[in-house]
C-alpha cells in the first residue's frame, strides 16, 4: 500500500535550518510531481513546494521563496525539502504527497521555530 513517510522535523530557533525528508513507496514515485505541504495550528493545509517528476522546482509559496529548496531523488524515493531562516510563523506539521494530493496524508514531521 502507498507509504508517505515525513522526518527530520524538530525545534529550532528563528533564523536556523532544518531538512525534512520523506519516504515514499507503494506507488510509481519518479512519474509524479511531488509536493511538501504544511498544516499551521487553527489553519488550513496550505502548499509550500512542488518539483516535477524529472526533479525541477517549479513553485514555491511566496511566504518560503528564497528560503526553503525542494529536492528529489528518484532512485531513492525520496523529496526533501531544506529550510534556511526559518520563522516562528513557519510552525506547522509539514507533509508530502503528490501533486495535485493523491494520496492519504502521513503522519507528517512537527516543526517548531522558536525562541
Known amino acids: 500500500q502507498v507509504q508517505l513517510v515525513e522526518s527530520g522535523g524538530g525545534l529550532v530557533q528563528p533564523g536556523g535550518s532544518l531538512r525534512l525528508s520523506c519516504a515514499a513507496s507503494?506507488?510509481?514515485?519518479?512519474?509524479?510531481?511531488m509536493s511538501w505541504y504544511r498544516q499551521a495550528p487553527g489553519k488550513e493545509r496550505e502548499l509550500v513546494a512542488t518539483?516535477?517528476?524529472?526533479?525541477?522546482?517549479?513553485k514555491y509559496a511566496t511566504s518560503v521563496n528564497g528560503r526553503f529548496t525542494i529536492s528529489r531523488d528518484n532512485v531513492k524515493n525520496t523529496v526533501s525539502l531544506q529550510m534556511n531562516s526559518l520563522r516562528p510563523e513557519d510552525t506547522a506539521v509539514y507533509y508530502c504527497?503528490?501533486?495535485?494530493?493523491?494520496w492519504g496524508w502521513g503522519q507528517g514531521t512537527q516543526v517548531t521555530v522558536s525562541s
Open positions: 504527497n503528490t501533486s495535485p494530493s493523491k
Open positions: 518539483i516535477t517528476s524529472d526533479g525541477r522546482p517549479i
Open positions: 507503494g506507488f510509481t514515485f519518479s512519474i509524479y510531481d
